[in-house]
């Protein structure tokens, strides 16, 4: 029982609203313009949870691997068994190719077309990079480079993935601007993380909240919500106006919650400080979709 409770923690299930967060908006705005495939959109997110189990097993794999980073981040020393998260890590990684390929087949009748091939190269560098976030000689995580990979992978590869598989389209460049709102609000979900393991990674983890410190990285978390705001604000400013579009307002008080919870100085409230912005991101992911959705009718 404790086993099963240990891995289900590594799966940190947390973080899942967040990893359908981007491809739910990709997908909604793809249905508000063009008519799309449940089948391939269903897929798509399971595509998009099986990514973010992956880094998540691999990432406290990557911490078990390295005893100096077990000691200091207090992760408990080899909860499932090394070779039990190996285990799970490579099962994990032939799920997300299978769910990937279905989706991919779903969507275009077919693995051969040119577009097909091309998702399925992106897929890979996908799963390449929800492995070496913790894992690995080099791993990006401990560069300071999980904010860059968290805005790209979770905001623009995400939103117009999802758009793409649901449209074969990428649409109009404004298109960009929903994906870089989900990249800033996903990166901003990292730094809370981060700002709350300032004290605990020490020397082990190099982080921008920890290169910036805990004051600095602050107004970095609002300069990246606020980017995401306003790029959302934009977009819907170029769309034909209708107030549904402007339904994610309903997710400020729990941004709002969020800053009020990071700028306590004490373990829980950073720990609550992250669920709420997950539960705010998700919140504005859902509730801008919708809006585009009931525009329609």
């Excluded at 990432?59 to 390295?66: A, E, H, I, P, R």
């Excluded at 994990?92 to 390929?101: D, H, Q």
Aim: net charge positive; with cysteine.
């Amino acid at each position: 029982m404790d086993k099963l409770k240990s891995f289900v923690g590594a799966l940190r299930p947390g973080t899942l609203p967040l990893s359908l967060s981007g491809v739910f908006l990709g997908i909604s705005l793809a249905a508000a313009d063009y008519h799309i495939s449940l089948p391939a959109a269903v897929l798509t997110a399971l595509t998009a949870v099986c990514l973010q189990i992956l880094a998540n097993v691999a990432d406290g794999l990557g911490v078990m691997l390295d005893a100096a980073s077990a000691e200091r981040l207090a992760v408990p020393e080899k909860s499932s068994g090394v070779r039990g998260m190996k285990r799970a890590t490579a099962i994990l990684t032939v799920l997300c190719a299978v769910s990937g390929l279905a989706m991919i087949k779903c969507s275009f009748g077919t693995l051969l077309s040119l577009d097909a091939v091309c998702l399925m190269m992106l897929g890979a560098v996908c799963i390449g990079v929800a492995l070496k976030y913790n894992l690995g000689r080099s791993p990006y995580g401990r560069r300071g480079l999980g904010d860059l990979y968290a805005f790209v992978f979770f905001g623009l590869v995400a939103v117009e993935g999802g758009y793409f598989v649901s449209s074969h389209t990428f649409g109009s460049l404004i298109m960009l601007l929903p994906a870089s709102a989900m990249g800033f609000f996903s990166a901003g979900v990292l730094n809370a993380r981060n700002i709350g393991r300032i004290d605990a990674d020490g020397e082990a983890c190099v982080t921008v909240a920890g290169r910036l410190g805990r004051h600095r990285a602050l107004i970095y978390q609002t300069v990246l919500l606020a980017l995401g705001w306003i790029c959302m604000n934009a977009y819907c400013s170029l769309r034909f106006f209708d107030s549904w579009h402007y339904l994610f307002v309903i997710s400020v008080p729990l941004f709002v919650l969020h800053f009020v919870s990071l700028r306590k100085n004490n373990e829980k409230s950073r720990g609550r400080s992250v669920s709420l912005l997950v539960a705010a991101v998700f919140l504005f992911s859902a509730a801008t979709g919708t809006g585009f959705l009931a525009f329609l009718f």
